[in-house]
């Protein structure tokens, strides 16, 4: 496998330049179309994935930082969540932040603030990390930029940010690219590896740059089984090895359609990939879509074939659908949603997403 050590002994601040600063990142979730599902070693992924990033389900991350008032091993920082502390989430990031020290060392040195958001509400039960932890760590990069300078050029930083995010939350680190991106070692697209995502941007064809992803709410309870507790599982599945070779086989499959503007192969794969990552998950006993999610499935397979529309489904670990279609069928699927797939959602509830730009420096 590649080398890549990013630790780095020297980024200590001499005490006299020790002065307070503050990086604003906003970062959006992505949606993977070949699904990460199992990992090894120190969140490296047991198959390549690749996905979409969004447009509006983004995270807001301002970070504060100053010289502690005395220097420590001890990671200093307090996390508010829309305004209120929220301890499970701090205790994670101090965590993360721990682990980083060998890369960053400054971070001994100071004592930050975290204030953070989400632009899509809790309860609609949309994973986060991949947004909140692609924010941190684009705001990380930052403050070595801005303290140290030394990144070659943009794509130095954001293989850096990726890299990091990776280590935060493996989906993080394909959410620091517009359109899309390949997260995994595969042959199929050069450049790409393990330890960092890639932005595959300018290999997608026009027939996929404006995608909308509508997220259909089915439920906004908890995940009945966690990111990670989910990985673990793989571990003991019997069909964990197939898995990884349908994945692997498909990420061939699905660059060829992307790059061609091959809606059909897309959809068929996409869907493949989202029920298979299901499958997995019911075969250590989990069941996590819920009647309504099945009956959106059916839903748009039944919808497909009548109006022969390229509008596909895909999931999460969860039990929401993301409906994936072209723009020049908006106006038609809307109303299909709104009358026929929004009433099988929590109060109506679905949220309007899109093909993203990427993150952004505040
Ligand atoms: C993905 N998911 O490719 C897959 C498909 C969910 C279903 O990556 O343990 O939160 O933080 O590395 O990235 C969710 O897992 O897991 C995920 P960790 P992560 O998007």
Redesign the pocket.
Known sequence: MEELNYNNPSLIIESANLKPGKVVWRSPS???I????G?HGV?LPRNP?V?FTLASSITDTLIEYQPKETPSNEVELELYFHSERKEDFETKVKKYFASLIDIFPFIKQMSFVIRTGNSFPHSAGI?S??SA?SALALGLCSIEDELFGGFENDAAFDKKASYLA?L?????C?SIFPTMSVWGKTSHVEGSSDLYGIGIGDMVHENFKDFHDDILIVSGEEKSVS??A??ALMEGNPFAEPRYNQARTNMGKVIAAIKAGDLETFGKITEEEALS?HAMMMNSNYLLMRPNSLKIIELVREYRRETNHPIYFT???GPNIHLLYPENIMPEVRVFVDEQLAPLCVDNYFIGDWVGEGPEQQ
């Not at 935060?168 to 993080?172: E, P, Q, T």
């Open positions: 992505n949606i993977a070949v699904k990460y599902w990992k969140q994935s996905s994973a990390s991949a932890m990776r935060g939350s493996g989906s993080a394909r990111s990670t989910g990985h990552l999931l999460d670990a």
